[in-house]
C-alpha cells in the first residue's frame, strides 16, 4: 500500500497523515480483518474491516448525504459566499 507525502514535509499533521492513511487502507487487510464461517458447510471467508473515519465515503457516505440533504433545508432563499480570512495570533 502507497503512503501519501506532503509536498511540504513538517506540515502535515499527524491528524491528516491518520485520515489519509485510514481512507487509503478502508477496507484491506491493513485495518485487521475476522472470519466469517458458514454453520451450515463451513465455508469461511476472511472479511476485511473498515476505517470508520468520519471523513471516509465508504463508511460514512449516506451519513454525510443525509446531513448534507438537512442542511440543505435550512438554507435561507438569498445568496451565499464563504470568505476565509486569517486574524493574527497577537488577538
Known amino acids: 500500500m502507497g503512503w501519501y507525502a506532503s509536498p511540504l514535509p513538517g506540515l502535515q499533521s499527524k491528524t491528516h497523515g491518520r485520515a489519509l492513511f485510514d481512507l487509503q487502507a478502508c477496507g484491506t487487510h491493513a485495518m485487521g480483518d475476522h472470519t466469517a464461517a458458514c454453520e451450515d458447510c463451513g465455508?469461511?471467508?476472511?472479511v476485511p474491516h473498515s476505517c470508520r473515519n468520519r471523513l471516509c465515503p465508504s463508511c460514512h457516505g449516506a451519513g454525510i448525504a443525509d446531513w448534507t440533504a438537512a442542511r440543505a433545508g435550512e438554507l435561507l432563499p438569498v445568496p451565499?459566499?464563504?470568505?476565509?480570512f486569517t486574524l493574527p495570533s497577537e488577538l
Open 43 to 46: 465455508h469461511a471467508q476472511f
Open 80 to 84: 451565499y459566499f464563504h470568505v476565509v
